[in-house]
T-cell receptor
Framework: EAGVAQSPRYKIIEKRQSVAFWCNPI?????LYWYQQILGQGPKLLIQ????????DSQLPKDRFSAERLKGVDSTLKIQPAKLEDSAVYLC???????????FGPGTRLTVL | AQSVTQLDSHVSVSEGTPVLLRCNYS??????LFWYVQHPNKGLQLLLK??????LVKGINGFEAEFKKSETSFHLTKPSAHMSDAAEYFC????????????FGKGTTLSVSS
């Protein structure tokens, strides 16, 4: 079975620019998560989707971050405008129905200069 | 609120010697606990999970962990380290049953020398 796909794998931008990340979860997985992992720390949840609805976005900085999952499959995470402190790895994970583990993608490493 | 504390940021062992990575948790409910491993430039991989069944949990690659409620601990062990075990290890808690987001510790870097 194919895993969680993310692109791009790496992105370098300057502060105040915009950037978007894409995630394709494992086929059939209804739940999708975006995590932010700052260097030296564990991942932190940004947003959780169930199908195309938001379950939890309490830790998403909504003044600059947005995410969508319009058809309940792929998802995009956008940052506009980026700040230096947004430099991190952005991880996407998905989970199937029932009590299954979360499967993580390889992540997108963002560097904001 | 739930939280996780990994007591060591870096652990160094020799190949063939035991591994112990320590984790304490705080939870208002009966938690689910996990250990994930992250190899350089690779995605997070689940090593093992505790979900209120047996307190001694066996995972992949010879790792195991014991849930001790009285000590609020979930330490990860392996009898004999391999070079391939060198990676970042995360202790993780989830409070509210399946499907909820995971709360990660800050990670422990395991180094294995020959």
């Amino acid at each position: 079975e194919a895993g969680v796909a993310q692109s791009p794998r790496y992105k370098i931008i300057e502060k105040r620019q915009s950037v978007a990340f894409w995630c394709n979860p494992i086929s059939g997985h209804a739940t999708l998560y975006w995590y932010q992992q700052i260097l030296g720390q564990g991942p932190k949840l940004l947003i959780q989707f169930q199908n195309n609805g938001v379950v939890d976005d309490s830790q998403l900085p909504k003044d600059r971050f947005s995410a969508e999952r319009l058809k309940g499959v792929d998802s995009t995470l956008k940052i506009q405008p980026a700040k230096l402190e947004d430099s991190a790895v952005y991880l996407c994970a998905s989970r199937g129905s029932g009590y299954n583990e979360q499967f993580f993608g390889p992540g997108t490493r963002l560097t904001v200069l | 609120a739930q939280s996780v504390t990994q007591l060591d940021s870096h652990v160094s062992v020799s190949e063939g010697t035991p591994v112990l990575l320590r984790c304490n948790y705080s939870s208002s409910y009966s938690p689910s606990l996990f250990w994930y491993v992250q190899h350089p430039n690779k995605g997070l991989q689940l090593l093992l999970k505790y979900t209120s069944a047996a307190t001694l949990v066996k995972g992949i690659n010879g790792f195991e962990a014991e849930f001790k409620k009285s000590e609020t601990s979930f330490h990860l062990t392996k009898p004999s380290a391999h070079m391939s075990d060198a990676a970042e290890y995360f202790c993780v808690v989830s409070d509210h049953g399946p499907g909820t987001a995971l709360i990660f510790g800050k990670g422990t870097t395991l180094s294995v020398s020959s």
